[in-house]
């Protein structure tokens, strides 16, 4: 079957870095990214990993381990902005076609 | 400006009504996808569509019923077989999976669409 495993919530300080697990089980593993999404609003693409290590885009970064079927995001100089609803999703290929399967979400809780 | 339209906003639907929900892009993408979201879950595939006039059932279609004759829109129907549709669905698209092989999809959202029921 297919499963993606991500903390339902994290609350972290204004300023401070905070990571975002993800570990999935897939049939056919092509990539995992991550989204955003802002209460009321429409998930927003961050990043996406097919090969191993470490994407960096301004403040969040994004890795993957294959071999451990494991990714993260880290965010870093958090803002009181980047309290939002965070997302893994794993590009599978199902029979003949690409699917994005969704994490729960884990709901990030930003403190002053 | 690119992006894809959601309407209405918010719907109310009656009991034993067929309502639709409207999607259309213009970012000239060839697959688009509906997905329920419930307070404080994930995103749940409704269904999908890699290309015009075709179709696939996601996760949970059950209740629910879409059409692609053109390839800007992807209307979605609720139907009275959804016996609990309160939810706020979301519309994406993204490029056609089989062109973009391996590589990077992503997926491009409407603002949504908040069902509730009377």
């Known amino acids: 079957g297919q499963s993606l495993e991500q903390p339902s919530e994290v609350t972290a300080v204004e300023g401070a870095i905070v990571q975002i697990n993800c570990t999935y089980q897939t049939s056919g593993f092509y990539g995992l990214s991550w989204y955003q999404q802002h209460d009321g609003g429409a998930p927003t693409f961050l990043s996406y990993n097919a090969l191993d290590g470490l994407e960096e885009t301004g403040r969040f970064s994004s890795f993957l381990s294959r071999s451990d079927s494991y990714g993260y995001l880290l965010l870093q100089e958090l803002q009181m902005k980047d309290s939002a609803s965070y997302f893994c999703a794993v590009r599978d290929r199902v029979y003949s076609n690409y699917q994005l399967i969704w994490g729960a979400g884990t709901k990030l809780i930003i403190k002053p | 400006d690119g992006g894809i339209t959601q309407s209405p906003k918010y719907l109310f639907r009656k009991e034993g009504q067929n309502v639709t929900l409207s999607c259309e892009q213009n970012l000239n993408h060839d697959a688009m996808y509906w997905y329920r979201q419930d307070p404080g879950q994930g995103l749940r595939l409704i269904y999908y569509?890699?290309?015009?006039?075709?179709?696939q059932k996601g996760d949970i279609a059950e209740g629910y019923s879409v059409s692609r004759e053109k390839k800007e829109s992807f209307p979605l129907t609720v139907t009275s077989a959804q016996k609990n549709p309160t939810a706020f669905y979301l519309c994406?698209?993204?490029?056609?999976?089989?062109?973009?092989?391996?590589?990077?999809?992503?997926?491009?959202f409407g603002p949504g669409t908040r069902l509730l029921v009377l």
């Open positions: 994406a698209s993204s490029i056609h999976s089989r062109l973009s092989g391996g590589h990077q999809e992503t997926q491009y």
């Open positions: 569509s890699q290309i015009v006039n075709d179709f």
